[in-house]
């Protein structure tokens, strides 16, 4: 990543780019609309809302905004905290699933290439990252991280649009627990592009899988599978075989590993590869004519996919030249074989190839379901990612059903954000003035329509119905049924080899060769007989029918299968809290920077974006029942908390009134109120979640005070056994509790600003650093779990705040580059932090509490133990600038009188004076445990004392599990009072008193 675009993330709040949410355009219209997306676009900004709906343009790049940074900075955080981003959905989302109980789901949509499934992968590691849970939920996460390649490998290809295409449709819900952990999930897979097997278009390939076994198979399984370079294999017929960016040895990898994660035995795994095999070796089988009849060119080719089958290879060559066949004569019913020519030996083959092929991927699919499935269901986040809208120079039958969906797909979004959000306004009495938009409902009739007059599908269903064989003109059927039922349908035209649909997102001209074929999608029962007949028990698996139970009724097609899944698809996300996701490609090279201005002013129309933005402008951000909104703010006032007794519409207009939200920020409805803008929301939450964080300090002071006497003494003496037998322990010092932040560092925003924003403190205090003259200069010294900090003070020399003080970061060392601490025998309080470069001459009153903490981190960091010197003549490291030049300095420590240090400089050298303290086996003692809070030494009387932090954010100083319940902003109680019952904290025993 370069440094360029992360500098332009990480100054969001300085670097404006364009508007990060179009409802503040100043003009609403394409051009507009387009402009504002190009700006964002060329300077990395790939995300733009439009309310809650985000935009996403494909970079074709890898941005640098996706790491665990981001990932602390959306968490929990309000919507306009942040720059729009995926994450700040996804936290939306699986926040709300745990605020309102209910089921959550985000449609992905846009054009093939625009990049949904990359969007996808995002959303589901995002929450694998921010959910908590043990060793059983992380066996679930992995699961659902490692569905991705696997699937992916047996369902995307190389598309001219698209190097990564989903070449199927994927609804993957995954099932959370009730405390928001998930521990379950199901995948449904919609419409496989089966044909793609045995054929592919000019400069496309067949699925990833094919390429990565060719590529990545070892020596062995070269040899037992048969492989061979892809050009040797007919159903690799394109002769495209390398993609740019795609390492298909690597990612082979990455599939069996995949598989491994997901619980797929090795001998299966195995068997899977061998099938994969198979299939290619069967493409190989070719025929020619003999006596009008087919014979199989070469018989050897059939012994390698015969063996690999596990079935025979006779009645392989006899299943692929003769079928089966019902005959009724006389009222009797009677089998008999009939010989097929050329063209239907290669269909049979064909259709033997993609049955395999999509048996092999639904077991993959249900594998996965097998091992996330739970007993039973209790919140849910679904995550659409399916084909995109496609228009090729040659449209078949399967960018027909893929093109469907997303009719249906755009349907729902018009249905949800335009329509149902208009109808609600004037239902609920809300004053508001209707927006115009397009309502593609009549071309989703025009495909699906069952009766008066049938939409297309039907018209296909019926004459596939009355098709012999391989349908030979039932085609050119098909097209002249279609004008008979449709041909005057203002979004229908028809031409000699097929017809056209004025689709939401442009006209489509689909051929119609082939397609009654493909929507018959039978698999003949002499094949599925073969199949049953095989050596591998896992063949036979896959082809569980009863043919003759399943010969009754009238099979089912390729067509109405689609438009089923589709229906139930719109079912199951309407059940849902949906969120949308709307991607947007901006070139059909594939390359960085490059901005087709046509092409995405085009996607605007047709997403209708220009429509959403002109409801979201006049519309309200967020309605809610009145019982569910005083559910959850009743909490605020107290004649509304516990339970309010009145009518609900007066308890809600109390509430906003008692909150004094400006009157025009929210309307009252019928049965809702409404409110107009995020922040008025997001101000509610806040005094909310201020409102839980009392009843938590109240929790955390209870809890505190029960655990602290248990664990007091067991902390302090871990801090003293560092230095017991080792140096002399001052008498104030030895017995007192430990409070870690010394600087009230939530109330300093200006120390905070060089940590990340969720990164927490260890120790903080306000120290004295002796430079290479002994001069004492103050420093404040934090310790975080991965670094040190030190932070001075120096006056701006230039610019408007000349003059000023400011704090400016003079040190930041990573934990582990420590070479070690040396300490002297003395009760003093100095010490040297041993680093790379140069060292650093300390003192402070708490040396035994920061000394204690960085052990443990060092340790952690490391893997072994921070190394510790006692010595009463020191030498520290100084670099080599300015006066008194560089080298080392020397400190010598001797016997004094009095319990303060006297320090005396000479040169290179210090000496440091200083009576004597408790003998060096002093330990703590148990009646120390009444001694309060400590304090500061008396000559020091200008240090303020330290304040408890803010236990309500994710950033507080001590990091027990309770800290992390607060950093979510709408927590329950209940969660609160388990995080407290979980804390783990060095800090537990803060502020007992």
Not at 577 to 602: A, F, G, L, Q
Request: hydrophobic share 35%.
């Amino acid at each position: 990543m370069g440094s360029k675009e992360r500098f332009h993330w990480q100054s969001h709040n300085v670097k404006q780019s364009g508007v990060d949410d179009m409802v503040l355009l100043p003009q609403i219209s394409e051009d507009a609309i387009v402009g504002n997306l190009r700006k964002r676009f060329m300077d990395d900004y790939i995300f733009t809302y439009i309310g809650s709906v985000l935009i996403s343009v494909n970079p074709f790049k890898q941005m640098p905004y996706f790491t665990d940074r981001e990932i602390d900075l959306y968490q929990g955080a309000a919507q306009y905290e942040n720059p729009p981003h995926i994450y700040a959905l996804t936290d939306n989302m699986y926040r709300n699933m745990l605020i309102d109980c209910e089921n959550q789901c985000v449609i992905i949509s846009g054009e093939s290439g625009a990049g949904k499934t990359v969007a996808a992968k995002y959303i589901m590691g995002y929450i694998s990252k921010v959910s908590g849970g043990g060793q059983k939920v992380q066996h679930v996460k992995d699961i659902i991280l490692q569905s991705n390649p696997l699937l992916e490998a047996f369902g995307n290809a190389k598309t001219v649009r698209n190097n990564n295409s989903s070449r199927f449709g994927k609804y993957f819900e995954i099932q959370f627990s009730r405390g928001g952990e998930p521990d379950g999930g199901k995948i449904s897979n919609f419409l496989l592009e089966k044909s793609r097997v045995v054929m592919q278009n000019e400069n496309e390939r067949n699925f990833h899988i094919y390429y990565q076994l060719l590529e990545g198979a070892s020596q062995e399984q070269r040899q037992n599978l048969g492989l061979m370079t892809p050009d040797y294999y007919y159903y690799l017929q394109s002769d495209t075989y390398k993609v740019d960016g795609t390492d298909d040895r690597s990612d082979f990898s990455e599939t069996l590993n995949a598989m491994q994660v997901i619980g797929i035995p090795p001998n299966v795994q195995q068997l899977v590869l061998q099938l994969v095999a198979g299939i290619l070796h069967l493409g190989n089988i070719s025929f020619c004519e003999d006596g009008n009849y087919a014979r199989v060119e070469s018989v050897d080719l059939l012994a390698f996919p015969a063996y690999l089958l596990g079935i025979d290879s006779g009645r392989l060559q006899e299943k692929l030249t003769s079928r089966k066949m019902d005959s009724r004569w006389g009222g009797r019913s009677e089998s008999i074989d009939v010989t097929l020519n050329v063209e239907q030996a290669a269909y049979t083959r064909d259709a033997l190839a993609k049955g395999l092929y999509a048996r092999l991927f639904d077991f993959l699919v249900e594998a996965i379901n097998r091992a996330m499935q739970k007993p039973q269901e209790e919140y849910s986040i679904g995550v659409l990612d399916i084909y995109g809208f496609e228009i090729f120079q040659k449209n078949g039958f399967e960018q027909f059903c893929i093109n469907f969906v997303n009719e249906k797909l755009q349907q729902i979004f018009i249905e949800l954000t335009l329509k149902a959000e208009q109808e609600e306004y004037v239902q609920e009495g809300i004053r508001w003035t209707p927006i115009q938009y397009f309502n593609n409902k009549i071309v989703c009739d025009l495909i699906e329509n069952k009766l008066s007059p049938p939409g297309i599908m039907s018209v296909l269903d019926d004459v596939c119905a009355t098709m012999h064989a391989t349908g030979g003109g039932a085609d050119q059927t098909l097209l002249q049924k279609l004008q008979a039922a449709v041909g005057t349908h203002e979004h229908f035209n028809s031409w000699s080899s097929g017809f056209v649909i004025h689709h939401y997102a442009g006209k489509v001209s689909y051929d119609v060769n082939g397609f009654c074929e493909r929507n018959r999608d039978v698999l003949f029962s002499d094949l599925i007989e073969l199949m049953q007949t095989s050596e591998q028990a896992f063949l036979r698996m896959l082809f569980p029918e009863k043919l003759d139970v399943d010969k009754k009724g009238r099979p089912s097609t390729a067509g109405s299968k689609i438009k089923k899944q589709a229906n139930d698809l719109v079912a199951t996300l309407k059940r849902c809290t949906p969120h949308y996701i709307r991607c947007i490609k901006p070139n059909e090279t594939k390359k960085p920077r490059d901005w087709e201005e046509s092409r995405v002013k085009h996607q605007v129309e047709y997403l209708g974006l220009k429509e959403n933005i002109r409801v979201r402008r006049a519309g309200f951000a967020y309605r809610r029942q009145f019982s569910k909104f005083l559910q959850r703010y009743a909490i605020l006032t107290p004649e509304t908390w516990p339970q309010w007794r009145g009518d609900e519409r007066q308890g809600v207009q109390h509430l906003l009134r008692a909150v004094n939200m400006e009157p025009d920020q929210y309307q009252m409805g019928t049965t809702k109120v409404f409110v107009k803008n995020p922040e008025s929301l997001f101000l509610l939450e806040e005094m909310r979640e201020r409102k839980f964080d009392g009843f938590a300090r109240t929790i955390q002071k209870a809890w505190r005070r029960h655990v602290a006497v248990r664990k007091y003494e067991e902390m302090r003496e871990e801090a003293s056994n560092i230095l017991l037998n080792k140096k002399e322990r001052r008498r104030n010092s030895i017995n007192r509790n430990f409070v870690g932040d010394y600087l009230g560092l939530e109330e300093r925003p200006e120390l905070r600003q060089f940590l990340g924003k969720r990164e927490r403190v260890d120790f903080a205090d306000s120290v004295t650093k002796y430079d290479r003259r002994f001069k004492p200069i103050k420093r404040d010294l934090i310790l975080t779990p991965k670094c040190v900090y030190m932070i001075g003070r120096e006056k701006v020399k230039k610019g408007p705040e000349k003059g000023q003080v400011r704090e400016v970061l003079k040190k930041k060392v990573e934990i582990q580059a420590l070479r070690g601490v040396s300490l002297s025998t003395r009760q003093d309080d100095f010490f040297i932090l041993q680093e790379d470069t140069a060292d650093s001459f300390l003192e402070s009153i708490f040396k035994t509490e920061f000394v204690s903490l960085l052990s443990k981190r060092f340790e952690e960091a490391a893997r072994r133990a921070l190394p510790l010197t006692f010595s009463d003549t020191l030498q520290f490291r100084v670099k080599k600038e300015g006066w008194g030049g560089g080298g080392t300095r020397s400190v010598t420590f001797s016997r004094g009188s009095g319990d303060v240090a006297v320090l005396k400089a000479s040169g290179r050298s210090l000496t440091v004076s200083v009576g004597d303290g408790l003998p060096k086996s002093s330990k703590p003692t148990r009646k120390g445990m009444a001694q309060g809070r400590p304090r500061r030494a008396a000559q020091d009387p200008t240090r303020a004392a330290p304040g408890p932090p803010r236990a309500c954010r994710g950033s507080a100083v001590w990091g027990s599990d309770l800290c992390q319940a607060w950093a979510d902003p709408s927590p329950s109680l209940g969660r609160m009072a388990r995080g407290a019952g979980h804390c783990t904290s060095t800090w537990v025993k803060m502020w007992t008193s």
